[in-house]
Every structure is written in structure tokens, then in C-alpha cells.
């Protein structure tokens, strides 16, 4: 079965300082990947999505992902994060039927 | 344009009370999807839809309905409702094809039964 581990449960990043958020998916087809950022109380926003090619991907808000299919992982990175930047942070991959499989979040605190 | 609009935004319900969430899009696509949001757990699929009249079950379908009688329209319905179905309800639509995987998600319904 499709899964999606995000090992972090919670990060804290110093404001201007370089962020990277762990995604390892499983999945028996070339995967659909996908980053979601969550603000509270609000719903989901596409980060950026990889499904096939150049396998660095540039995504809104100056975020980047590097999908290595070798270690089935699709780590989201930033080189300097910004306060507006917490949030909850959600990878997920597409299945059949263009359904997507979440991983359970990675919530981001910005320390000043 | 609105994209997904979902109603309501917050519900207090009693056990064994029944409801229906809506979901709205405008934007014409094909397939629709709700999904429930608890602490731990990201999101999951109750229900989806990948037409007018016709809809599947997701990974946690059980006390969960739904009916997509028209294409713009998506209805969760709950029958008797439980405690363990305290949830942030999102629904989500996206266009038919891979050549566009993008999702539009609605802001959320959250649910609270006591």
C-alpha cells in the first residue's frame, strides 16, 4: 500500500536560517509528489509537485524539493526561512485515481 | 471566483444527530474529494468522486456518506453521529488528466460531536 513518512513530527529554525523537511514515500509506480503548507486555521496550499524530469523542483514562497529515488525521499528545503513561514507542512503522493496519500505533517516553528 | 467553498464553517453536533456537509466548486472539474484532518494523523480519504453520479470509497469511509448529483456539488453526509468523528473536514476538487495534478482545497469544516 501508497504510504508517506514524515519523520518530524515538529522543527524549530532560527529566522534566516537554512530549513530542510524529510519526506520517504512507498509507492510501487513513478510516483506523484507533492508538498502542501497548512496556516492555522486554513486550508491547504500547494508548495510545489514533481512528476517527472529535472528532479529538483522550485515551488512558490522560494521553496525547492529534490525528489532521489534511491532513497525514496522527497525532502523540502528552503535556504532561509522567514517568520511567515510557520506553518504546518504536509507531502503527499498521487495514487490511482489521482487520489493523494498524506504524510502526517511536519509543523514548523520560527524561533526569532 | 470562489473555487472550493465549503458550508459550514463550524458545527456543533449531539451524538447521534445527523448532518450534510456541502462542497461547492465553480471551476467546473472533474473530481471531487473529502477528506478528514485529525492531530497526528494528516489527511485522509473518506470519499471521492470522479464524476456527476458517481462516487468511491476512500480509506475511512465507515459512517460517512456522500452523493455527487450534480458536477459542482459534493455532499458528506453524516447518518448518526459519533464523538470519534470530531474532525476538520476538507473537501478538495481537481481537473480530469495527470497533465494538471493541481488540487484546490476548500478552507475546511471543522466538526465537533459531544
Known amino acids: 500500500a501508497q504510504s508517506v513518512t514524515q519523520p518530524d513530527i515538529h522543527i524549530t529554525v532560527s529566522e534566516g536560517a537554512s530549513l530542510e523537511l524529510r519526506c520517504n514515500y512507498s509507492?510501487?509506480?513513478?510516483?506523484?509528489l507533492f508538498w502542501y503548507v497548512q496556516s492555522p486555521g486554513q486550508g491547504l496550499q500547494l508548495l510545489l509537485k514533481y512528476f517527472s524530469g529535472d528532479t529538483l523542483v522550485q515551488g512558490i514562497k522560494g521553496f525547492e524539493a529534490e525528489f532521489k529515488r534511491s532513497q525514496s525521499s522527497f525532502n523540502l528545503r528552503k535556504p532561509s526561512v522567514h517568520w511567515s513561514d510557520a506553518a504546518e507542512y504536509f507531502c503527499?503522493?498521487?495514487?490511482?485515481?489521482?487520489?493523494?496519500?498524506f504524510g502526517t505533517g511536519t509543523r514548523l516553528l520560527v524561533s526569532p | 471566483n470562489a473555487g472550493v467553498t465549503q458550508t459550514p464553517k463550524f458545527r456543533v453536533l449531539k451524538t447521534g444527530q445527523s448532518m450534510t456537509l456541502l462542497c461547492a466548486q465553480d471551476?467546473?472539474?472533474?473530481?471531487m474529494y473529502w477528506y478528514r484532518q485529525d492531530p497526528g494523523m494528516g489527511l485522509r480519504l473518506i470519499h471521492y468522486?470522479?464524476?456527476?453520479?458517481?462516487?468511491a470509497k476512500g480509506e475511512v469511509p465507515d459512517g460517512y456518506n456522500v452523493s455527487r448529483l450534480k458536477k459542482q456539488n459534493f455532499l458528506l453526509g453524516l447518518e448518526s453521529a459519533a464523538p470519534s468523528q470530531t474532525s476538520v473536514y476538507f473537501c478538495?476538487?481537481?481537473?480530469?488528466?495527470?497533465?494538471?495534478?493541481?488540487?484546490?482545497f476548500g478552507s475546511g469544516t471543522r466538526l465537533t460531536v459531544v
Open positions: 468522486s470522479v464524476g456527476e453520479g458517481t462516487t
Open positions: 471551476m467546473n472539474h472533474e473530481y
Open positions: 503527499a503522493v498521487g495514487t490511482g485515481f489521482q487520489k493523494l496519500v
Open positions: 509507492y510501487g509506480a513513478t510516483p506523484y
Open positions: 478538495a476538487s481537481r481537473p480530469r488528466g495527470n497533465s494538471n495534478y493541481g488540487y484546490t
